[in-house]
C-alpha cells in the first residue's frame, strides 16, 4: 500500500520570505502522480501543484516550485515570495492511476505566514 | 473551470437518524467520485470510491451498511450517514473527476454534527 508522510505538523514563515514544505511516499509503482493541496480555513480543497513522475523536470506554478527526487521518493513544495493569504494547511498526495485513481494524503503541514 | 457541488454545507443531526450528503458535477459528468471524512487538524481519510452504476469500493475498516454511498448519475453521487452518532460528527469531502486522467474536483464539504 502507499503511504505519504509529512514529517512538519506546523511552520511558520515571514511575508516575502521563502519556505519549503517536506513530503515522503512509499510506492512500489513507477506510473503515479503527486500533488500539493493547499486547504484555507474554508476547508476548500485547492490544487496548488501537480508533477507527473514520468516527467523528470520539477513542476513550477508562479511562486510554486517542487522539487521531485524520485529515486529518493521524495516530494517537497517550496514557496517563494510568501503571502499572507498562503496560510493554509498544504497537504501532498499520491495518485496511483493503477489503483482508480484515488488520492493517497498525508498528515498535512499547517502553515502560517506572518507580516 | 470545473464545479463539484455539496450539499448541505453543514447539519445537525440527533443520535438515531439518518442523514444524506449530495455531491453534484455541475459542468462536467463524474464517472468517478471519491468520499473522504476529515477530523479537526486532521488529513482527509478516504472512504469509498464510488463509480456510476456500480456499487462502492470501501476502504478498509470503513462500514457499507453505515455509509451507504449511490451513484446513479453521471452527475450525482450521495453519501448517507444512517443511525448517526456522535462518533461520526466530521467534516466530509467528496471530489469527482470526468476520466481516469483528468483532475481531481473537491466539493466545499459538509460539517456534520450528531447530538
Known amino acids: ?115 | 473551470g470545473a464545479v463539484v457541488s455539496q450539499h448541505p454545507s453543514w447539519v445537525i443531526c440527533k443520535s438515531g437518524t439518518s442523514v444524506k450528503i449530495e455531491c453534484r458535477s455541475l459542468d462536467f459528468q463524474a464517472t468517478t467520485m471519491f468520499w473522504y471524512r476529515q477530523f479537526p487538524k486532521q488529513s482527509l481519510m478516504l472512504m469509498a470510491t464510488s463509480n456510476e452504476g456500480s456499487k462502492a469500493t470501501y476502504e478498509q475498516g470503513v462500514e457499507k451498511d453505515k455509509f451507504l454511498i449511490n451513484h446513479a448519475s453521471l452527475t450525482l453521487s450521495t453519501l448517507t450517514v444512517t443511525s448517526a452518532h456522535p462518533e461520526d460528527s466530521s467534516f466530509y469531502i467528496c471530489s469527482a473527476r470526468e476520466r481516469s486522467n483528468s483532475p481531481l474536483h473537491f466539493g466545499n464539504g459538509t460539517r456534520l454534527t450528531v447530538t
Open chain 1, 1 to 115: 500500500a502507499q503511504t505519504v508522510t509529512q514529517s512538519q505538523p506546523e511552520m511558520s514563515v515571514q511575508e516575502a520570505e521563502t519556505v519549503t514544505l517536506s513530503c515522503t511516499y512509499d510506492t512500489s509503482e513507477n506510473n503515479y502522480y503527486l500533488f500539493w493541496y493547499k486547504q484555507p480555513p474554508s476547508r476548500q480543497m485547492i490544487l496548488v501543484i501537480r508533477q507527473e513522475a514520468y516527467k523528470q523536470q520539477n513542476a513550477t506554478e508562479n511562486r510554486f516550485s517542487v522539487n521531485f527526487q524520485k529515486a529518493a521518493k521524495s516530494f517537497s513544495l517550496k514557496i517563494s515570495d510568501s503571502q499572507l493569504g498562503d496560510t493554509a494547511m498544504y497537504f501532498c498526495a499520491f495518485m496511483n492511476l493503477g489503483q482508480g485513481g484515488k488520492l493517497i494524503f498525508g498528515q498535512g503541514t499547517e502553515l502560517s505566514v506572518k507580516p
